[in-house]
């Protein structure tokens, strides 16, 4: 009895400690997405905050080691390769605070990407068959041919159902003026998504009093969803078809995803390696011998999955797999040749897309893009680089990206000579202001503003569509970084969207 | 089951058994040497030499306790330490990461962290019994998550039947190489009481020593020992249980009823059969001969296995 006395005068003490949030100062020039002002949360944050309140900083710690020890040992982590021999283990950096996206705003966001990637879906069926859009000039037909992803193998071929996009990833900012603009289209292979869900269980298993607060839509069906996705595109004559997952093998950095995806939608995870074709059908080497392949999700980029096609070093793909894949025997998803839509210099195109097919005005804003290869926004471009964001065209994982107001002199003039020798290859966009979000540092032990955007996850089947409700909210924890991806030192918050 | 998935989870299986024996026997060896009444007669390195032995580690030209202990548990480099093993296993896990559960790949990927995080300093000065138990303990829960978090079909056949064959190769080195100190050790002419605490250790070795102790109800000697490890078939660590794993596991993915000589199924049964009908009396005479057949015949399984299934 003596020691349980013990025990609840201690836990007293710790409880008195409260106020996580009591030190968070706003980011001025930044939206908030949380507080109004300091200590005045947003209506729809308010018991969230509350939650946090309530625990003390050393509460706080543990529960975020316990998280990163469950991260670590479930090997939700990245390599990083150094001079000795074994490689150093991280994991993602998981912030605890979620972002709690309100249903009103949520159903704008979800009818605008069901939207943009129904416009982008015709446009693909469009550029590799009656090309319409280029004859009437409302996207220049050189823009398309020059791009490095239009792939002529896909010219005059109809995939099942009409569906090129069956996964996209849809990248979204909040600006200062409280909007929503889309940052970029992702349609080859968007990777994100298993840590979405892997973000809520480890919220759920560590702060569960906050679900008991707020009821967020859940996001367990997306592996489901996607299975049957796959499912609505299998080929002619097949009747239950056989999916799989095509990875490029456990050295890749999407690995742990591709697993994942495998192990929820209970489907076989295969490398090219596994795979042959035969008279125009694809095989798995099973232990009993071959298995035909009727549908794969693949996760190689296009240039990887044919060597016999595209590039011949390819280890990663399999030999005669675009020759199956055009006499209609196999589904590949997403279909090959869909870079060309998310191209950076198309991009810009994209509300005009949405208005040549579905006659709608778009829903979601784009940021306004200048292309370097139009001499007059070239000229504008070359003049005002310190207020401009510079992008390479076909660069994805942030890399290659100048942000103006973080350049020298003689960066400014290096983006130049960049932009001069080789105009096609870049764009311009004004920095947005990304919007910042109360996020744990574990050097100043504070919640401080950081950098946010959200990637949507949306699938789309023969007449289907889902969207994932919420998606990967990432964070950029480098103060004042604008880069999310966690390539860039980027982490990420569970993301709730409210019931 | 794809073939390369199989070739993953039949590889996974075998070094965490393979990782699990090393640690006991270095651990049962080295802990027994300490007061043993050997050292009358030898010195300390006669165990270590024995754990090299056991470990397959030929090339150490001068033998000093600490080089040991590091180059069979954390020496990454040397291909057969305990690390090495663990990295291996959970390579392999991962690579058929899809078809185990997640609760086994979880306590895998723990295992390894566990293993490779383990401080080198710790274990070369205080931690050495700590790290052999914690690959024992880790070996147990990630064989308890094996069995009971896994569908009993055609994974999980091809792991027990990797653990199996590894067991089998395991357990004959292990009496091989107790053996051969035994043998050093009559010669040096040592009582039958002294020899008994050898025995004892062998059976330790395998962790079989209160199940031998049970089932004769007498101190260890020779027969009683050989006889348990060898033939027992209730014994989990003998050389007839593991065969008998082995026959029942792959008769889960073996589709071939018609046992034709030379077919997988037909020479494991036949092992079987030897094993399932052999008397003490029969091998006493001959037990290197018994042993060494054993392990060639096991070897052959194994490798018309891996081409039989596991080749992509």
Not at chain 1, 179 to 192: A, K, Q, T
Not at chain 1, 366 to 384: F, G, Q
């Amino acid at each position: 009895m003596q020691q349980k006395a013990v025990y609840y005068k201690t836990f007293d003490m710790e409880m008195q400690a409260t106020g996580l949030m009591n030190t968070y100062k706003l980011g001025n020039s930044h939206y908030d997405e949380v507080f109004k002002r300091i200590n005045e949360p947003k209506s729809h944050y308010q018991p969230i905050v509350e939650c946090f309140n309530q625990l003390s900083i050393s509460d706080f710690e543990r529960i975020n080691n316990e998280v990163k020890t469950a991260f670590f040992n479930q090997g939700i982590t990245f390599a990083v390769y150094s001079d000795e021999k074994k490689p150093d283990e991280r994991i993602f950096p998981f912030d605890l605070f979620p972002r709690i996206i309100s249903n009103e705003e949520w159903t704008k966001l979800e009818k605008g990407i069901i939207q943009r990637n129904i416009a982008i879906n015709l446009f693909l069926d469009d550029i590799y068959h009656k090309k319409m859009i280029l004859k009437d000039k409302v996207v220049p037909a050189e823009l398309i041919f020059s791009s490095k992803n239009y792939l002529k193998e896909m010219d005059g071929f109809s995939p099942v159902g009409g569906i090129y996009t069956h996964i996209s990833g849809t990248d979204l900012i909040k600006h200062i003026d409280g909007e929503y603009y889309i940052l970029e289209d992702n349609l080859r292979c968007p990777s994100g998504v298993s840590y979405v869900l892997s973000n809520r269980m480890a919220l759920k298993k560590s702060l569960f009093d906050l679900f008991n607060k707020l009821k967020s839509k859940n996001v367990y069906q997306y592996p489901e969803q996607l299975l049957e996705v796959l499912k609505t595109v299998k080929p002619k004559n097949v009747d239950v078809p056989t999916v799989v997952i095509v990875t490029p093998g456990m050295y890749n950095s999407a690995y742990f995803e591709h697993s994942f995806l495998a192990l929820k939608m209970g489907i076989p995870l295969v490398e090219g390696r596994d795979l042959y074709v035969e008279k125009d059908f694809v095989y798995m080497k099973t232990i009993h011998g071959p298995i035909k392949v009727d549908v794969i999700y693949r996760r190689v980029d296009d240039e990887f999955i044919d060597p016999l096609c595209f590039r011949k070093d390819s280890m990663l793909g399999v030999p005669g797999l675009m020759n199956a894949y055009r006499a209609g025997n196999v589904t590949l998803a997403n279909a090959p040749g869909t870079g060309v839509a998310d191209d950076k210099a198309v991009y810009h195109y994209v509300p005009s897309i949405i208005k040549y097919y579905l006659h709608e005005e778009p829903i979601l804003n784009n940021v306004h893009t200048y292309h370097c290869e139009d001499p007059s926004e070239n000229k504008y471009v070359l003049e005002n680089i310190d207020k401009l964001v510079v992008k390479p065209v076909d660069e994805s994982g942030g890399y290659g990206i100048s942000i103006g107001t973080t350049l020298s002199k003689e960066e400014i003039e290096e983006v130049k000579v960049k932009i001069k020798s080789n105009p096609r290859k870049y764009i311009a966009q004004p920095i947005m202001s990304l919007s910042v979000h109360p996020t744990f540092i574990e050097e100043t032990k504070e919640f401080e503003p950081r950098h946010i955007d959200l990637r949507t996850f949306c699938l789309m089947g023969k007449n289907t569509e889902y969207i994932l409700k919420g998606g990967l909210t990432r964070v950029a924890l480098r103060r004042g970084n604008l880069i999310v991806n966690s390539s860039q030192g980027g982490g990420s918050k569970d993301t709730w969207v409210l019931e | 089951m794809l073939s390369r998935v199989a070739n993953n989870l039949y590889w996974m299986g075998r070094y965490i058994e393979r990782a699990d024996h090393l640690a006991r026997y270095s651990k049962a060896s080295y802990f027994s040497s300490l007061d043993a009444p050997i050292l009358k007669t030898f010195d300390r390195n006669f165990v270590l030499e024995s754990i090299l032995y056991m470990a397959g580690i030929f090339d150490m030209e001068q033998i000093n306790e600490k080089d040991v202990l590091y180059k069979i548990g954390l020496d990454a480099q040397n291909s057969n330490s305990i690390i090495s093993n663990i990295t291996s296993a959970r390579e392999n896990a991962r690579g058929a990461r899809n078809a185990i559960s997640t609760d086994l790949w979880e306590a895998i990927n723990k295992y390894y962290h566990l293993v490779t995080n383990y401080p080198q300093e710790t274990y070369l000065t205080t931690g050495f019994y700590d790290f052999t138990q914690m690959v024992s303990d880790q070996t147990s829960i990630v064989t308890s998550k094996i069995f009971g978090t896994l569908l009993h079909d055609g994974e999980y056949a091809i792991i027990l039947i990797g653990m199996h064959i590894e067991r089998a190769i395991q357990i004959i080195r292990i009496i091989n190489s107790k053996l051969h100190d035994i043998y050093k050790i009559e010669q040096a002419g040592h009582t039958v009481t002294e020899l008994s605490f050898e025995w004892t250790n062998l059976l330790k070795c395998v962790e079989s020593f209160d199940m031998n102790r049970k089932f004769y109800r007498n101190i260890p000697n020779r027969e009683q020992v050989l006889e348990f490890l060898i033939v027992n078939p209730n014994c989990p660590r003998s050389i007839s249980f593991s065969l008998r794993g082995l026959k029942r596991y792959e008769k889960n993915i073996s589709r071939n009823e018609n046992h034709d000589i030379n077919t997988i199924s037909y020479k494991i049964n036949k092992l079987c059969g030897q094993y399932d009908y052999l008397s003490f009396d029969e091998f006493k005479d001959d037990i290197y001969g018994l042993l060494n057949n054993t392990q060639a015949k096991v070897l052959e399984i194994s490798e018309d296995f891996e081409m039989k299934y596991l080749s992509f």
